[in-house]
């Protein structure tokens, strides 16, 4: 943990945005994805937020031109998380969601996603030295066991799992992990939008592979479709990346990953609202026990008393 914020309430604040914008995310891509390629959306997705951020640290870089120059990774070991972080999380995790919601339904993949916290609990406790708690751990136990009855639920009118876009959610989730673990080292001495800005720089090296494509895509697509990547870029992107890594400057990164399980719940209410689509009824079972994961998950142990004195 770092050093506290000056008002305390505002790494809550900025948790519970970045779960507004992620949740929306889901709804956005599952709505492009019968027109756009998930390599062009990926690439125009992490292009917009690269410009924006950009042009947001330029901003601060003019107010304070001595501090800019040591907001740059340094050495071997933070580069390599930098590469690792932008790599996996930026790159192969936009390109693996953007191809699984082309498959199963936005709120389907958002509860497969949450496999995630699972996997940052374990990596945090290993290279982060960070505690699993009895609470954490049941948690967890609970919330996976709903994210296993989402993956073998089919979709409504199906006779079966659609087994590659569930497998491409999940890979989704293990890059996210690896991407959460390998940034919390980073944000706690490097600037919140710097480590987003780079992250974002490398994911989108990532992506150039598939700028054909997305050149196609700005050619013939409509307006709207152009609209709703420029809002992934900037919002869901650029805005909530940045108030992840603040919030994770403040929060143990396997706390903070627990509260990813409430994303689901927020995206099928906006698929179901904005899209008519809803996840497979069994899924909605499964979606419960990921809340009360939540729930058992952000319990705290109770102090043990000392003895008393003499």
């Given at each position: 943990?770092?050093?506290a914020?000056?008002?305390p309430?505002?790494?809550?604040?900025a948790?519970?945005?970045?779960?507004?914008?992620?949740?929306?995310?889901f709804?956005?891509?599952?709505h492009?994805?019968?027109?756009?390629?998930?390599?062009a959306l990926?690439?125009g997705?992490?292009?917009v937020?690269?410009?924006?951020l950009?042009?947001l640290?330029a901003v601060?870089?003019g107010?304070?031109?001595?501090?800019?120059?040591?907001?740059w990774p340094r050495?071997?070991?933070?580069?390599?998380l930098m590469?690792t972080?932008?790599?996996a999380?930026?790159?192969?995790?936009?390109?693996?969601?953007?191809?699984?919601?082309q498959?199963?339904?936005?709120?389907t993949a958002?509860?497969?996603?949450?496999?995630?916290?699972?996997?940052?609990?374990v990596l945090?406790?290993?290279f982060?030295?960070?505690s699993?708690?009895r609470?954490?751990?049941?948690?967890i136990?609970?919330?996976?066991?709903?994210?296993?009855?989402?993956g073998?639920a089919p979709?409504?009118g199906?006779?079966?799992?659609d087994s590659?876009?569930?497998?491409?959610?999940?890979?989704?989730?293990a890059?996210?992990?690896v991407?959460?673990v390998?940034?919390?080292p980073?944000?706690g001495?490097?600037p919140?939008?710097?480590?987003?800005?780079?992250a974002?720089?490398?994911g989108?090296?990532?992506?150039?592979?598939?700028a054909?494509?997305?050149?196609?895509?700005?050619?013939?697509?409509d307006a709207?479709?152009?609209?709703?990547?420029?809002?992934?870029?900037l919002?869901?992107?650029?805005?909530a990346?940045?108030?992840?890594?603040?919030?994770l400057?403040?929060?143990?990164?396997?706390?903070l990953?627990?509260?990813?399980f409430l994303?689901?719940?927020?995206?099928?209410?906006?698929?179901?609202?904005l899209?008519?689509?809803?996840?497979p009824v069994?899924?909605?079972?499964?979606?419960?026990?990921?809340?009360?994961?939540?729930?058992?998950?952000?319990r705290?142990?109770?102090?043990?008393?000392g003895?008393?004195?003499a």
């Amino acid at each position: 943990m770092t050093d506290a914020p000056r008002l305390p309430w505002l790494p809550a604040a900025a948790a519970t945005l970045t779960l507004l914008l992620w949740a929306s995310a889901f709804v956005a891509i599952r709505h492009l994805g019968e027109t756009v390629p998930p390599g062009a959306l990926s690439l125009g997705r992490l292009a917009v937020a690269t410009v924006a951020l950009g042009a947001l640290l330029a901003v601060r870089a003019g107010r304070d031109r001595r501090s800019a120059h040591r907001r740059w990774p340094r050495g071997r070991r933070e580069w390599g998380l930098m590469l690792t972080c932008g790599a996996a999380w930026f790159g192969v995790y936009n390109l693996a969601l953007n191809a699984s919601e082309q498959r199963i339904d936005a709120g389907t993949a958002a509860m497969l996603v949450q496999v995630g916290p699972l996997i940052v609990a374990v990596l945090a406790a290993l290279f982060l030295g960070e505690s699993l708690t009895r609470w954490v751990l049941v948690g967890i136990a609970v919330a996976l066991s709903g994210v296993v009855v989402i993956g073998t639920a089919p979709a409504d009118g199906a006779t079966s799992v659609d087994s590659v876009g569930v497998a491409l959610a999940v890979l989704a989730a293990a890059t996210y992990a690896v991407g959460v673990v390998t940034q919390k080292p980073l944000v706690g001495v490097l600037p919140a939008l710097q480590v987003t800005w780079l992250a974002c720089v490398i994911g989108t090296v990532v992506c150039l592979p598939w700028a054909g494509d997305l050149v196609e895509v700005v050619r013939t697509a409509d307006a709207a479709t152009l609209a709703w990547i420029g809002y992934l870029g900037l919002l869901p992107t650029a805005v909530a990346f940045s108030t992840w890594a603040y919030a994770l400057r403040h929060t143990d990164a396997s706390a903070l990953a627990v509260l990813t399980f409430l994303v689901p719940v927020i995206t099928v209410v906006l698929a179901w609202v904005l899209l008519s689509e809803t996840p497979p009824v069994a899924a909605y079972a499964g979606g419960a026990l990921c809340v009360v994961g939540v729930v058992l998950a952000r319990r705290r142990p109770r102090a043990v008393a000392g003895p008393e004195p003499a």
